[in-house]
């Protein structure tokens, strides 16, 4: 009887067709090629690195992680899609997804992957951030009021953004802007 093929899960690691990474406190522990590539980067280059360097801006980046920690808390997973930024300074829409290693530490170990969803959704409008923020909410169906509650503000001033948004999308209705900020494209 033949005995079955060793696995070698570094190998898969690191040739995964998706972006992959070990992180712990929101720092890069290992990368493998797809992230490294997708983000423009070496996999050395991002070793070591917080993951503040994928965000377009500081802000962008500190307002995740504080979105993050009440989910992974409550479900040791996370999953959202948002704009993040290559190396090129380039921002494109990415699926993240992550897991926490250990239960009550939602940003210590984890493995996090990133898939990079571009070509479905282009980023078309010079967003701000707290635009980009809002849109990726609106792209998960929330609702300005819930929206208003998980980021701390206002639900006028989330109705103020959903309408530069609009603008912005040349979208006369909220559906309408939903489907051109995931790349479905309506006709007129």
């Given at each position: 009887m033949n005995a079955p093929p060793r696995i070698d899960y570094e190998t898969i690691f690191l040739r995964a067709p998706v972006g992959m990474c070990?992180?712990?406190?929101?720092?890069?522990?290992?990368?493998?090629?797809?992230?490294?590539?997708?983000?423009?980067?070496?996999?050395?280059?991002?070793?070591?690195?917080?993951f503040r360097v994928l965000y377009p801006t500081l802000e962008e980046f500190r307002r995740t992680g504080d979105r993050i920690i009440p989910i992974m808390n409550a479900k040791g997973r996370y999953s959202d899609e948002r704009i993040m930024r290559r190396a090129t300074g380039e921002l494109f829409w990415c699926h993240v997804s992550g897991h926490a290693l250990l239960p009550n530490e939602p940003l210590g170990p984890g493995i996090w992957t990133f898939e990079d969803v571009s070509?479905?959704?282009?980023?078309?409008?010079?967003?701000?951030?707290?635009?980009?923020?809002?849109?990726?909410?609106?792209?998960?169906?929330?609702?300005?009021?819930?929206?208003?509650?998980?980021?701390?503000?206002?639900?006028?001033?989330?109705?103020?953004?959903?309408?530069?948004?609009?603008?912005?999308?040349?979208?006369?209705?909220?559906?309408?802007?939903?489907?051109k900020l995931v790349g479905i494209h309506l006709p007129r």
């Amino acid at each position: 009887m033949n005995a079955p093929p060793r696995i070698d899960y570094e190998t898969i690691f690191l040739r995964a067709p998706v972006g992959m990474c070990i992180s712990e406190n929101r720092i890069i522990q290992s990368c493998n090629d797809s992230l490294a590539g997708m983000f423009g980067y070496g996999r050395s280059d991002l070793v070591g690195q917080s993951f503040r360097v994928l965000y377009p801006t500081l802000e962008e980046f500190r307002r995740t992680g504080d979105r993050i920690i009440p989910i992974m808390n409550a479900k040791g997973r996370y999953s959202d899609e948002r704009i993040m930024r290559r190396a090129t300074g380039e921002l494109f829409w990415c699926h993240v997804s992550g897991h926490a290693l250990l239960p009550n530490e939602p940003l210590g170990p984890g493995i996090w992957t990133f898939e990079d969803v571009s070509e479905k959704r282009p980023v078309t409008a010079e967003l701000t951030p707290r635009e980009r923020e809002i849109a990726a909410l609106l792209v998960e169906g929330k609702t300005s009021k819930v929206i208003a509650r998980q980021i701390d503000l206002s639900p006028r001033t989330v109705e103020m953004h959903r309408a530069k948004l609009m603008r912005k999308f040349s979208a006369a209705t909220s559906s309408e802007l939903v489907h051109k900020l995931v790349g479905i494209h309506l006709p007129r």
